[in-house]
C-alpha cells in the first residue's frame, strides 16, 4: 500500500491519541475554495483514491450551492462505480439494555431509573433469532449496553448461540457486534467466537466535548474509547467499523475526524475500517440535548457524500433511525447497507403483535419500523439491488485482504455475483408472490447486464441450484 505524506507522519501512532482538534479546525477555518479546487478533488476521488484532511476540508468548505450539487453528483458517480446498485442488509438484536454509563443521548443510561432494564437469556436469545430467521435475515448486528455481565466471554457465548439457531432454511452467516470495546485480551476472545465487524462509535471526537456529554462511567475515558479499535486490530481483530453521533458536536468536525480515524488505522494497521456509521440524534428517554448542534437533512445528504468522496472503499451504514423519505432520498449519495425490519426493544422479534415504541423499554426512537420484505421491495422498486452476501468474510477476504481485493472489477466480480444468488435464495424461501415477481425481473436484468461476463453461465447455473433447493452458494 501506498502511504500519503499525511498516513506516514502518524505511522508510529499505534495506540495513542490520534485527534488532534486545533488541526482540524485549521482546515475548516480556511478561506472557501475555488472551483476549480473543489473539482480536482472530485476527480481524485472517482479515481478511487482516498482523500486527505486537507482534501476532505476543502469539500465540506464548498458551500456553494453548485458546487454541493457536483460533489453530491460526484458521490453518486462514485457509489455506482465502486458499489454498483447494491445494498446489503441487515438487522439490529439487542441483547440486553443494563448499563453503568451515563451518555446523556441515551435511554439506557444508568441514571435512567425509569428504564425498563432486560437481558435476553438463551431460550430468548434462540426465538428472537428464529424470528429474525423467519424474516429473512442473514445477517445481525448484536448490541450490549456496557455492564460487568456483558464481558468478553459473555458476549462470545451469545455470538455462538446465534449462529448456531437454524430454522428451516434459515440461518445467520454474519454476526457483528456494538458493544463496549475491551482490552486486547477481551478482544481476542471475541474474535474467536467468529464475529464480523466489532463496532464502536466514538459519539464524538472533540475531547472535551466527549466530556460534557459522557458524565460517568467506563465510557467516560475518551482516550481509552479512541483507541478501542486500535487494541482490536492487536488482538488480531481487523474487520472493524467506526461512527460518531451526529448531534453531539459541529457535524464538519466529525467528519474531519472520522477520515483522521481511518488513516490512522490505515497507517498503524494496513487497514481502514470496514464501515463507517453516522447515526444521527433522535429523541430518548432523559434526552439532555440543547439541541445546537441538530444536523439538518441538507446538512446530512453533504456529509453522507463528502465521507463518500472521502474514503471511496469504506462501507458507508445508514440505520432506521431515519425515515423512509430521508433513507430514499440520501441512500443514492453513497450508502452501501441499511438495516430492514428492524425492532429495538429487548425480546420483540418473537412476538406476534407490533408494540408502539417505549422509550423506557429501548435506546432512542426509529423512524422507519417497516418489514424487511416492505424494504426489499422498496429497494427493488427503485432498481437497488438487494443482497444479503456474507462471501467475504466467510473466505477470509477481511482486513488487510479485503484491501487488497477491493480493487476496481473485484466487487463486480463477487459482490454483484453474490447479491444475485443471496436474493435468489430470499425470493424462493421468504419472499411474498408480488416480491417475487420483482424480484426475479431484476435478477434477469442484473444477469442481463453482466451477459458478456465470462461468470454469466456459471451465476445462471447456481441460480437453478438455487431454485431446485441448495443453499450457501457463494463466490
Ligand atoms: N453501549 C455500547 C456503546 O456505548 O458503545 C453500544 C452502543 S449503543 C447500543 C449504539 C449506538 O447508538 C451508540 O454508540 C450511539 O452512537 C447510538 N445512540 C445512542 N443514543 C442515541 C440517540 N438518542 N439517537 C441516535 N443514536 C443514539
Ligand atoms: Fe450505555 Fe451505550 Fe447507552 Fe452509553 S450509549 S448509556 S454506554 S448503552
Redesign the pocket.
Known sequence: MKFTPEVCRIKDQRMKPFIDAAEIWEHLNRPAPDKQGVRDIIAKSLSKQRLSLAETATLINATDPELIEEIKNGARELKKRVYGNRIVLFAPLYIG?K?????R??????SNKEAVRKTLDDMEIIHEVEALEDNGQKRLILV???HPQYDAEYIAHTVRLVYSVKKGPGEIRRVNINA?PFDIEGFRIVKDSGIGTYQVFQ?TYHPEVYKQY?LS?K?ADYEYRLTSLDRAQEAGLDDVGIGALFGLYDWRFEVMALVRHTNHLEACYNVGPHTISFPRMQDAATLDMDGKYIVNDEEFVRLIAILRLAVPYTGLILTARENKFVRHEVMQYGVSQIDGGTKLEIGSYSESQNQEQDLNKE?FKINDDRSLNEIIEELLENDYMPSFCTACYRLGRTGEHFMEFSVPGFIKRFCGPNALLTLSEYLCDYAPEATAEKGWKMVEKQLKELENSQDTNEIRSRIEQIKLGKRDLYF
Open positions: 439494555n448499563c453503568t454509563n451515563n451518555c443521548y441515551c435511554g439506557f443510561r444508568a450490549y449496553g456496557e463496549a459519539e459522557h462511567g465510557k435506546q
